[in-house]
Structures are given as C-alpha cells and as structure tokens.
C-alpha cells in the first residue's frame, strides 16, 4: 500500500486547509487509517484516526472541535478538515494506514504499517 498525502500549505491563525491522503495498491489491506502530526525536536503525535468501516473516530483533545476527519471509499481517500487553524497546529503532517482492526489502537504509531511523506502545515499568527 502507498500513501501520498497532500493540501498542505500556509494560512493565517483561524484559517482552515483540508489534507487528502491516496491509497493505492492493496488497499483491501487497509483497516484503519489516521493523521499524526510532528514539529522539530519533538516525536510525532496524534492527531485523529478512524476505522475505514466508518464505525469508529477519534480525534486528540487538541484538536476536537476543530478537525474533522473522513474518508472517501469510492476514492481510497482519507481526508483531515482542519478549521480554526491555530500557530500550535503547525507541523508536518502524516497519514498512515494499518492491516489490523483494532480500534483501541487508532492513536499507537507503532501499530500502523504505512506512512506517506508528509505534508507541512504552516500557522502564521
């Protein structure tokens, strides 16, 4: 499976932007997706997931209100709404995709099988 994450950019503090993921590949492998976010010198941190079945979301306190997360099945997408953009929220983000169904493990980075590059998002105050 490869993941291709893009809708980066720049925005001003209260802004919003959406982040797509594609899914290409075995994509009948993917169980569970989700977006993780890390700022230099500090380790990547979650930010929201789902179950692909749609039967499950989470998202971290920080961002609860705020981001919305969905996916597109038709189109193996996997999307992250990002509203009331704040200077904290700037980073790189990641999607990442994992082959298990378990739900309690949507925010565990180490249970996730693949990554895509990356995507930076910027917060200008």
């Known amino acids: 499976v490869q993941l291709q994450a893009s809708g980066g950019g720049l925005v001003q503090d209260g802004g919003s932007l959406r982040l797509s993921c594609a899914a290409s590949g075995r994509t009948s492998n993917l169980y569970q997706m989700g977006w993780f976010r890390q700022t230099p010198g500090k380790e990547r941190e979650f930010v929201s997931g789902l179950t692909w079945s749609g039967s499950m979301t989470l998202l971290a306190d920080s961002v609860k209100g705020r981001f919305i997360i969905s996916r597109d099945i038709a189109k193996n997408t996997l999307y992250l709404q990002m509203n009331s953009l704040k200077p904290a929220d700037t980073a790189v983000y990641y999607c990442?995709?994992?082959?298990?169904?378990?739900?309690?493990?949507?925010?565990?980075?180490?249970?996730?099988?693949?990554w895509g590059q990356g995507t930076l998002v910027t917060v200008s105050s």
């Open positions: 990442a995709g994992k082959r298990r169904f378990r739900p309690s493990d949507l925010a565990v980075e180490q249970t996730y099988d693949y």
